[in-house]
């Protein structure tokens, strides 16, 4: 007769730590599990070896580090623990925050005043599973320290949070949320403004090095219990910044037709009511909400990703699009800060890569991608601008085509790291965007990346070619004709195991593709040394004799590489060229591009 051997005991130092960071735990649901999963893994005789095993591992995984705070803020998992989004994280990151503010004040007062105004935070959040609870803690944290805590009156959209930033001049503004991250994620975004940052980056995400200065007055909070909280006396605000916002997004309304038929979905996040009123307000009532995905819902049941790019997010939109006969498919991510389209499209008919149902197949309804987007917004924006001297900007991964609507309106273009923390700083911003479905319309009310101001424009301008007979491909195709045409696609890899980035990443650098689509790769650049006078970040590009470019990075708010590709059609096509011209050239393009994605995915060993 055998008998299994005892597991070895739990190491010390986690044990230690785990019951260390219940017995500091504001949240009796989080102290309960983390309580009962350490029994569990300690229990080497009652409990079943798989469960028990489970357990430590997931222990391990909690205690393994703190969750980062960075330029994207905090984002992970909820659940207890440091490396999980919880109120203890939260609190730790208010004090942080607020010690941070007070700090900045204190350095950047007049000398000959006697005392400093506290900090003013405005906080909003989103209906995801404890959002409000992090928001209220935020605001209690704030209030006990002095500050001014305003508290957005319910579940907002991330860009009025942004907006508010400014319009209320504050020092700072805290937005809970996790965007489209699966339910089980939040999030913790920070903007800065008013006495804080007084430059072009008032009222955007923070970048280096404010990240670092309240990262270290996180890391020296000693302890939860140690952090005051006030039970109240903090703003809840009215609905008078809902209404602000709605007012700026007003004066980008344009006299145009409205008897365009819209679907609309927010994929059950907090953007549908504000989206409805914007385009509503605009004057365009045909417009259908998807009812499956109309009310805010934290499980995001009928979709995998709640992420308008993940395959699948927009099946129920394009279904309701052919139901009803829909000129334009518009989808917000569940904070509303990105916006994607869908639209008819001769060409794309019965291809093998529409996600949605056989009869939107059928009908061409595709996707537009990000960058097709931005060259759309970009080229409107531009033909409207007044402003002298105004700059379109992109970040480094996005299609190089707005560079070139920049040069022929006589504007400047710039380029940047990845993120609306830096697009939206740029000096003389008029239009920003990035190929993940964020575009700044209107940088002078919000500093950030902006869905339904995006949405509005978007609407406005199919409208307008709907009136002459066309469509916003038929657009697409006069870039195309004027500026070369350019193609673009992403491959990603998501990882479990975050270990394997790093690792992915050191494979490309030291062994890149020699090759892309049969072109020779001519220049090889390390992105985390800088380049192009831009400051260091983790990243490769690859740019090939005929022009094509790859760009190889990890995803900065979730567990992925990202490979951003871009062919170009080395003769522009004939400006005089109608249709056919245009489609053949894009299937030359779609071609050279799926085999630019086969010799980085055997780069990556993803193939």
Known sequence: MTTSAKP???????????????????DPTTSAHLARLLEIAQDEDGTDDELRDAARVELADRFRGTLEFGTAGLRGALGGGPNRMNRAVVIRAAAGLVRYLVERLGELHDEGASTVEGPRVVIGYDARHNSDVFARDTAAVVTAAGGHALLLPEPLPTPVLAFAVRHLGADAGVMVTA?????????????LGGRVVTDSGQGAQIVPPYDAGIAAHIAAVP?????RRSEGGWTVLGEEVLEAYLTSLAALRRDVPTDLRVVLTPLHGVGGPTAERVLRGAGFEDLHVVPEQALPDPEFPTVAFPNPEEPGAIDLALALA??????????????ADRCALAVRDARHAHASSTSGPPTAAASGWRMLHGDEVGALLGQDVARRSTATGGVLASSIVSS?????????????????????????????????????????????????KDGLSAALLLVQLAAELHAQGRTLVDELDDLARRHGLHLTDQLSARFADLDQIPATMARVRTDPPRELAGSRVVEVTDLSTGADGLPPTDGLRLVAEDGTRVIVRPSGTEPKVKCYLEVIVPVPVPADADAD?????????RERLDAVRADVAAALGLA
């Open 179 to 191: 965007s489209h991250n699966p339910p089980q994620d939040n999030g913790y975004k920070v903007y």
């Open 400 to 448: 190089r085509l707005l560079a070139r609507i920049a040069a022929d309106h006589g504007m400047s273009h710039r380029s940047t790291l990845t993120g609306f923390k830096w697009i939206s700083r740029v000096e003389g911003l008029v239009f920003g965007y990035e190929e993940a479905l964020g575009y700044c319309v209107d940088p002078a009310h919000v500093r950030d």
């Open 8 to 26: 070895a005991p739990l190491p010390d130092d986690l044990v230690q730590a785990v019951r260390a960071w219940v017995d500091d735990d504001p």
């Open 322 to 335: 052919e139901v009803v006969g829909a000129d334009l498919v518009v989808a917000n991510d569940p904070d």
């Open 581 to 589: 011209p245009v489609g053949e050239a894009r299937r030359t393009a």
């Open 223 to 227: 302890s939860v219990r140690s952090v």
